[in-house]
């Protein structure tokens, strides 16, 4: 007998981040980041925030915060500028 429920859905981190230039040039962030109820709100939103900032970028990962366990970022869209994820 395994531990493991095949039928329960991991908790999901879903963000929202948007970014603008300073003055130096460097990508600071002008929004968020917020987290999302779903992917697909999370990319409506992004596009909503596109024309508006120089970078967007709606993100997810597996996620139990509880455990401190994070699975691999999946980018979901993403506009212009956004600095590199780690």
């Known amino acids: 007998?395994?531990?493991d429920v095949p039928d329960q859905k991991k908790?999901?981190?879903i963000v929202v981040v948007a970014f603008d230039r300073g003055e130096d040039g460097e990508l600071f962030t002008a929004y968020g980041p917020t987290d999302?109820?779903?992917e697909d709100r999370?990319?409506?939103t992004a596009k909503?925030?596109?024309s508006n900032h120089a970078g967007v970028?709606?993100?997810s990962r597996d996620a139990d915060p509880a455990l401190g366990d994070y699975g691999p970022p999946t980018v979901l869209f993403t506009n212009g500028e956004v600095p590199d994820m780690e």
Do not use: F, T, V
Request: charged fraction near 15%; glycine fraction near 0%.
């Open 1 to 3: 007998m395994s531990d």
């Open 11 to 13: 908790p999901k981190l």
């Open 36 to 38: 999302q109820q779903s």
């Open 42 to 44: 999370a990319i409506r």
């Open 48 to 50: 909503a925030l596109a």
């Open 57 to 59: 970028i709606a993100w």
